[in-house]
């Protein structure tokens, strides 16, 4: 089960984002170790409950 957690550092980053503006998350959805690590942005979507299609559209 190793192979599936997060290196301390990711998993401590998405620690520290927790409770904090959603803008402060969203930021970290486009940065580098999100857009390479893909076990890291999974983590990052469950965490913050995002869909990973983005949001639906809305209603008419």
């Known amino acids: ?5 997060l290196p301390a550092n ?3 980053r998405i620690q520290d984002l927790i ?3 959603q803008s402060y998350w969203e ?13 890291y942005r999974a983590e990052l979507e469950r965490s913050f409950n995002l ?9 008419q």
Do not use: F
């Open 1 to 5: 089960m190793q192979e599936h957690s």
């Open 10 to 12: 990711l998993a401590k």
């Open 19 to 21: 409770g904090r503006e």
């Open 27 to 39: 930021d970290e959805l486009y940065s580098l170790e999100a857009l390479t690590n893909l076990k």
């Open 51 to 59: 869909d990973p299609l983005g949001p639906l559209p809305a209603r």
